[in-house]
């Protein structure tokens, strides 16, 4: 078992009016010093099995088809944390 | 100026039925061996400044009081990078 992480976020030259909502909203509720915030999505996938090079590329597929909207949105892909006990 | 994400996520023991309606549709489209899924929120903040102790200090109060609804989720604070040419 395995905790594989996929951060959606919309891509640079995308606007994002819910990051820059809580960006305006900073200022008002007592926090300065924050120029930009931006929103996305964050999915944990816990695998079974090994996160080998063929498992990664199916997460791959999985997150560019599925998860992300590749028009409007990067992903990233990550393996966190590895569960030896449950091997 | 440096990035810092804060990632929030619902606790383990509150139901995520976005992450389960994933989970659900993946073997339906082909893909096996992912056992669950968890969709939290992911919020990158450019800050200004140095990322001191007294700036994590205030992103904390930050994420705990308005990104974060800490009855039913977690979060996590890591500085993700510094762009050295940006100070």
Do not use: C
């Amino acid at each position: 078992m395995a905790r594989v992480v996929v951060d959606v976020m919309l891509k640079p030259e995308i606007l994002d009016p819910q990051g820059q909502a809580v960006q305006r909203a900073l200022p008002r509720l007592g926090f300065q010093g924050i120029s930009d915030v931006r929103q996305g999505k964050r999915f944990e996938l816990e695998v079974d099995g090994p996160v080998d090079e063929a498992a990664l590329a199916r997460i791959h597929d999985l997150a560019e088809s599925f998860l992300a909207n590749t028009v409007i949105e990067d992903f990233t892909i990550r393996v966190e944390e590895v569960a030896e006990a449950a091997k």
